[in-house]
């Protein structure tokens, strides 16, 4: 991930809690089911999730937080969970090179 011209996003969309909460609603969006039924620690492709909606996913990521994702974030972090670990430390490396 590299950074883009878009300003840093509000702290309170940082947390992990709010990131995950967030991906766990794009995820249940594009699966057409209720966010209780997205198990965060599942891999996105074994809960239908095909690579159009990965692609799709990626750039709402880019929108949201500023960041240029890679088309293979899903696969390198196949899950909610690992893809929230991994953008919370690409959030927090850019708030430290920010200072």
Do not use: K, N
């Not at 999730?49 to 899903?74: H, K, N, Q, W």
């Not at 909610?80 to 708030?95: D, K, N």
């Amino acid at each position: 991930m590299t950074e883009t011209t878009a300003t840093s996003p509000d702290p309170a969309i940082r947390t992990p809690q709010a990131i995950s909460s967030w991906l766990v609603d794009r995820v249940s969006y594009y699966l057409e089911r209720p966010a209780s039924e997205i198990d965060e620690g599942v891999q996105l492709a074994e809960m239908g999730l095909d690579s159009v909606y990965v692609f799709t996913l990626c750039g709402d990521i880019e929108d949201r937080f500023g960041l240029v994702v890679e088309p293979t974030m899903a696969w390198d972090h196949p899950t909610v969970e690992a893809i929230t670990a991994h953008l919370v430390a690409e959030l927090a490396g850019r708030a430290a090179s920010d200072r």
